[in-house]
């Protein structure tokens, strides 16, 4: 099943009035919202960085990790 079927089963008639290219757009903007919440999230917890940044540090300072 596809992203857009799958919204349209969980949203229901929530989205019926939405052609599928807006289903597209909201679900895309949806998926930056919540990207950008855990990304706050995580710079929250290690202190201003993100857990990629965490391990890229740590390779740098020792690459034999």
């Keep these: 099943m596809d992203k857009i079927e799958e919204a349209k089963k969980l949203f229901g008639s929530a989205v019926n009035n939405l052609s599928e290219q807006e289903l597209k757009e909201e ?18 917890i290690f202190k201003g960085k993100l857990l990629s940044e965490l391990v890229s540090d740590l390779f740098f300072q020792n690459p034999n990790f």
Excluded at 27 to 34: G, I, R, V
Aim: hydrophobic share 50%.
């Design 27 to 44: 679900l895309t903007k949806f998926d930056l919202l919540a990207e950008c919440i855990l990304d706050l999230a995580e710079k929250d």
